[in-house]
């Protein structure tokens, strides 16, 4: 490391000044471009962001200046001799050229992976082929969703001839009702026993005219209810996939945008003409409606589906919340806001119940003769306006206690009775029945509806039906005031299922003679 045991390098080319200034000259002009070189390489890569392995740039770079440094030890020593400075420079620039030399083998076949310009542009021609393909299947779908809402158009269409068909099926049995009655005032003159057997007979024949009126709107309700579950599903089960399609090709796009800031004028130009910030920012919106759309018709569909129960006609443990939800669900647009009355608020009361066993779709009849009266009750009552106007346009909550008795209101609430017993209580605020009337409510053909208005098949069919599930179903009213039914129903029969069915259809066979 000290120049005292050592004569400068310049001795040995005899002080020449031509041949001292080459080696100087030579070795200075190497230094400056090994030091050049990784000034050049430095801006390189500060330059372009997307150049891979850069960091083996700048491994290259000091391997370089080291290379550079020893040129520089070479003038030096002419004039000092340091040779083991020299020496140990030159060892660390072997220390460095053998790391980079090594890191440049393992890094060969990353090399070698990285994509050619003929690649790219492969890959990009592949990628156009792609995105053609996907505007193909968007249009497939676009096709396809005219096509549902043609086949929702026919559907429809069918549906309301269908219900053309039963009114007038309605107003035939109408007829054949006043028919049978006028019959029945000319055969009371007779005698004792035919009148009562021809009321066991008419009894019988307006439960079977009934259970296969309930029976057909049930199939034709399930049938409705399973054409369109199928196309629903089909577009809810797509919805998904095809929101990521689009989330990566946006994804694409903002790419795009990222690496080709500056597009050509025509991309421009469609960009600006499709207002593609618009887009991005609707797109998600739009597959949130969707979304929210097909759940609607999902729910709407379950709700026809529960109410049919077409699949459930023997005795079974259900949850009878789903029956009055279902129930309410076929009601809403019953219970919604006409043009002469405000909407029917609905106060549920659910208790914690255990399963019911029941002929579910008898329950949901009952159900629905109930609501559909009491709604009866509470047009009637808006239509005579016994109640303050613009009341049920204040805070509900705010005025609940005050202004209770003049909303529209049906209350249900649910109960366990001792552990053994269900009790389901449906209360309106309606126009109510007369007390004497009230014996009445459950006789066939019976109606405190104006006429035209109702057949009084409901209530009586209702009735049957508890008693046919060994409950009870107690009606408490005041004109003015409302309304309130309530059914009981045992948890667990005491008749086998097998028993109660033998005994059901021996009692209907005696009434047929």
């Known amino acids: 490391?000290?120049?005292?045991?050592?004569?400068?390098?310049?001795?040995?080319?005899?002080?020449?000044?031509?041949?001292?200034?080459?080696?100087?000259?030579?070795?200075?002009?190497?230094?400056?471009?090994?030091?050049?070189?990784?000034?050049?390489?430095?801006?390189?890569?500060?330059?372009?962001?997307?150049?891979?392995?850069?960091?083996?740039?700048?491994?290259?770079?000091?391997f370089i200046i080291c290379c550079g440094i020893t040129h520089i030890m070479e003038i030096w020593t002419l004039w000092h001799?340091?040779?083991?400075?020299?020496?140990?420079?030159?060892?660390?620039?072997?220390?460095?050229?053998?790391?980079?030399?090594?890191?440049?083998?393992?890094?060969?076949?990353?090399?070698?992976?990285?994509?050619?310009?003929a690649q790219l542009a492969v890959a990009n021609l592949a990628l156009q082929n792609e995105i053609g393909d996907r505007k193909q299947a968007q249009e497939a779908l676009s096709e396809l969703m005219l096509e549902l809402e043609k086949r929702v158009m026919e559907r429809t269409i069918a549906l309301e001839l269908t219900n053309?068909?039963?009114?007038?099926e309605n107003r035939d049995r109408s007829l054949a009702e006043n028919s049978l009655r006028h019959s029945e005032a000319k055969l009371l003159e007779r005698t004792q026993q035919l009148e009562e057997t021809l009321q066991q007979l008419k009894e019988a024949q307006t439960q079977l005219v009934q259970t296969e009126k309930m029976s057909s709107l049930g199939q034709m309700v399930a049938g409705v209810a399973h054409e369109?579950?199928?196309?629903?599903?089909?577009?809810?089960?797509?919805?998904?996939?095809?929101?990521?399609?689009?989330?990566?090709?946006?994804?694409?796009?903002?790419?795009?945008?990222?690496?080709?800031?500056?597009?050509a004028p025509?991309?421009?130009?469609?960009?600006?003409?499709?207002?593609?910030?618009?887009?991005?920012?609707?797109?998600?919106?739009?597959?949130?409606?969707?979304?929210?759309?097909?759940?609607?018709?999902?729910?709407?569909?379950?709700?026809?589906?529960?109410?049919?129960?077409?699949?459930?006609a023997d005795m079974k443990k259900v949850n009878i919340h789903e029956g009055l939800d279902s129930t309410l669900m076929i009601l809403q647009h019953r219970l919604k806001e006409q043009t002469n009355r405000p909407p029917i608020q609905v106060i549920k009361e659910y208790g914690e119940l255990p399963l019911l066993e029941?002929?579910?779709?008898?329950?949901?009849?009952v159900f629905m003769n109930i609501?559909?009266?009491?709604?009866?009750?509470?047009?009637?009552?808006?239509?005579?306006?016994?109640?303050?106007?613009?009341?049920?346009?204040?805070?509900?909550?705010?005025?609940?206690?005050?202004?209770?008795?003049?909303?529209?209101?049906?209350?249900?609430?649910?109960?366990?009775?001792?552990?053994?017993?269900?009790?389901?209580?449906?209360?309106?605020?309606?126009?109510?029945?007369?007390?004497?009337?009230?014996?009445?409510?459950?006789?066939?053909?019976?109606?405190?509806?104006?006429?035209?208005?109702?057949?009084?098949?409901?209530?009586?069919?209702?009735?049957?039906?508890?008693?046919?599930?060994?409950?009870?179903?107690?009606?408490?009213?005041e004109v003015g005031r409302g309304t309130e039914f309530i059914i009981e129903i045992p948890l667990r029969s005491q008749v086998g299922q097998c028993d109660r069915h033998l005994a059901h259809k021996q009692v209907v066979m005696n009434k047929l003679g």
């Open 81 to 117: 001799p340091n040779y083991w400075f020299s020496g140990f420079l030159k060892g660390i620039t072997a220390l460095i050229s053998l790391s980079t030399a090594a890191v440049l083998v393992e890094l060969i076949p990353k090399i070698l992976a990285i994509p050619s310009p």
């Open 371 to 477: 609501l559909s009266n009491a709604i009866d009750a509470l047009e009637q009552i808006a239509q005579q306006g016994d109640y303050p106007k613009g009341y049920w346009e204040n805070n509900f909550y705010e005025h609940f206690q005050y202004t209770y008795c003049h909303l529209l209101t049906i209350r249900i609430r649910t109960l366990l009775v001792d552990g053994k017993w269900v009790q389901i209580r449906i209360a309106d605020n309606g126009t109510g029945i007369d007390y004497d009337e009230i014996a009445k409510i459950y006789d066939p053909f019976y109606t405190t509806k104006p006429i035209g208005a109702g057949t009084g098949l409901g209530l009586a069919i209702s009735y049957q039906i508890i008693q046919a599930h060994e409950g009870y179903l107690r009606c408490t009213s």
């Open 266 to 312: 025509e991309i421009a130009d469609k960009i600006h003409t499709i207002e593609l910030d618009f887009i991005l920012k609707d797109l998600q919106k739009l597959f949130g409606s969707l979304k929210i759309g097909a759940e609607r018709i999902k729910d709407i569909v379950k709700s026809l589906r529960n109410f049919s129960r077409l699949d459930e």
């Open 164 to 168: 053309e068909l039963l009114q007038q």
């Open 358 to 365: 029941c002929y579910a779709g008898q329950i949901n009849q």
């Open 1 to 62: 490391m000290f120049s005292n045991y050592f004569i400068p390098h310049g001795h040995c080319y005899l002080w020449k000044p031509g041949l001292v200034g080459l080696h100087v000259l030579s070795d200075g002009l190497i230094a400056v471009a090994y030091f050049l070189i990784p000034i050049t390489l430095i801006y390189i890569v500060k330059k372009r962001k997307d150049v891979p392995f850069d960091w083996v740039f700048m491994l290259f770079g000091s």
């Open 228 to 263: 369109i579950n199928n196309p629903v599903n089909f577009i809810y089960g797509n919805l998904i996939p095809a929101e990521e399609y689009i989330k990566d090709i946006l994804g694409l796009i903002q790419a795009y945008q990222v690496y080709y800031p500056n597009p």
